[in-house]
């Protein structure tokens, strides 16, 4: 168990702090992560002693911002209940928190972006035009609260395997896009490999997927989309979720 006082834990607090205040809306970045740390809102309500009608206004946007006391009342009070539920959400996060690492003046080949509010994977494909080329009876049931985007080639050949675990950010509920694929094998071979996965792939720009590529994506469940978007497009459709 993670210590309350552990200078990550402020870290990460901070951090989220952060980003529900600077958001665009402040509200549908609690509802965010809420549901990230699976709490429900009258669980949430009880512990920071208001009512759940006042918790849904805030997500909902029907109130107004809240102020700073609330929003360190509302991540203390996630914090403790994962605590109280085993700390597997906050342990996560501090794993799998970190900036991307750059190879010496090269520049970096992945980068990560964070939803404003988590989406289906069925709302994902329908935002990027996509194709779903395998599993698609599990995409409904998948949520991503963001993206990584990779350089498939550079990803495999110059990424020491220690900084894998970097790709997924703050948590492994997001959707990896891979970048200039040929067959999609080689993606999904470190995908097999690796020791976490991610939620959904997707891959540019790939007609025809290799066949050990969609067999492993069947063994490991994960739902493969492809599309045909210029990346430009994908990019900017998938920044404003």
Do not use: C
């Not at 963001?146 to 990803?155: A, C, E, N």
């Amino acid at each position: 168990m993670i210590e309350e006082g552990n200078a990550e834990i402020s870290s990460l607090k901070e951090k989220i702090a952060g980003e529900i205040t600077l958001a665009d809306s402040p509200g549908s970045a609690m509802k965010k992560w809420r549901e990230f740390f699976g709490i429900s809102q009258v669980d949430l309500a009880r512990r920071i002693k208001i009512s759940a009608s006042t918790i849904s206004d805030y997500e909902s946007n029907r109130r107004l911002s809240p102020g700073v006391g609330v929003i360190k009342r509302f991540i203390d009070k996630l914090f403790e209940l994962d605590s109280e539920n085993g700390g597997s959400v906050v342990q996560g996060l501090v794993k799998f928190s970190g900036e991307p690492r750059q190879k010496g003046e090269s520049k970096v080949f992945y980068s990560i972006h964070d939803f404003s509010v988590p989406i289906s994977g069925t709302d994902l494909n329908r935002i990027i035009d996509g194709k779903i080329v395998v599993n698609p009876g599990l995409l409904e049931s998948v949520k991503v609260f963001g993206y990584t985007r990779m350089d498939s080639l550079k990803v495999i050949l110059e990424m020491d395997p220690a900084e894998y675990p970097k790709l997924f950010g703050s948590t492994t509920e997001r959707a990896f896009v891979f970048e200039n694929v040929s067959s999609g094998r080689s993606p999904m071979v470190v995908i097999r490999v690796a020791p976490i996965k991610p939620k959904i792939v997707i891959i540019h720009n790939v007609t025809n997927l290799d066949k050990l590529a969609i067999k492993i994506a069947q063994v490991e469940r994960i739902p493969v989309l492809t599309t045909k978007l210029p990346l430009e497009e994908v990019y900017n459709r998938l920044n404003k979720i």
